[in-house]
C-alpha cells in the first residue's frame, strides 16, 4: 500500500492486511470470486469494479450464500454514479454458479461472515486462497435516501480501493 494518507471512506474498517498478501510477484491472481450472503449488494458491487478495473485480464465472478434477493437499487445507483452499470446483474448462489461452469478462482474473497464460512467449506474441495474482507452491510443503514445512498458509497469506495490494490 502506498504511503500516502486515504480518506476515511477509500479503506474500509478491518481494510489492513490481515496476514502478508499471498500476491507474490509473478503469481499475479487471474481468477477471482466474491461471495457474501445474497449477491444482490455487496458481492455483486465487487464483481462490476474488479471487471471495470480489471476488464479480461482477470476473470471475475460472484455469488451468494442463499438466494431470494434482488439486486439491489441503492447498489446499482451507487455505481452508476461512477459510471458503471451493474443492472443487468441477476444475483446467482454458489450452488447455481458450481453447477454452471464449475468453481476453479484462485482467490475466494468472501464479504461477510457467513460467506466466510462456506468460502472456507469450498476449500475441502477446491484449491484456492480465500480472503476474509469483512464489509459492512448497507442495507441496514437508516435515515434519508442520501444518508442510505451514502453507506452504499461507502462500501463501493471500500472495496474499490481492495480491489485495486489486491488484484493489480
Not at 448462489?93 to 468453481?103: D, F, P, Q, V, Y
Not at 476474509?132 to 472495496?159: C, F, I, K, N
Request: hydrophobic share 35%.
Amino acid at each position: 500500500m502506498s504511503g500516502s494518507p486515504l480518506p476515511d471512506s477509500a479503506a474500509p474498517a478491518g481494510a489492513g492486511p490481515s496476514k502478508p498478501d499471498p500476491a507474490k510477484p509473478g503469481r499475479r491472481v487471474q481468477s477471482v470470486l466474491f461471495v457474501c450472503n445474497f449477491n444482490a449488494v455487496r458481492s455483486a458491487c465487487a464483481e462490476a469494479l474488479a471487471r471495470h478495473y480489471f476488464g479480461k485480464s482477470v476473470y471475475v465472478q460472484s455469488a451468494g450464500v442463499r438466494s431470494g434477493e434482488p439486486t439491489d437499487p441503492f447498489m446499482i445507483s451507487a455505481l452508476d454514479e461512477i459510471g458503471i452499470d451493474a443492472s443487468r446483474h441477476r444475483p446467482r448462489t454458489l450452488e447455481e454458479l458450481e453447477e454452471w461452469e464449475g468453481l476453479n478462482f484462485d482467490l475466494i474473497v468472501s464479504l461477510s461472515p457467513e460467506a466466510h464460512h462456506a468460502a472456507l467449506e469450498l476449500t475441502r474441495t477446491v484449491a484456492a486462497d480465500v480472503e476474509y474482507w469483512p464489509t459492512p452491510d448497507p442495507t441496514v443503514s437508516q435515515g434519508s435516501r442520501e444518508q442510505r445512498l451514502d453507506a452504499y458509497r461507502d462500501v463501493r469506495d471500500g472495496l474499490g480501493f481492495r480491489i485495486r490494490q489486491r488484484l493489480r
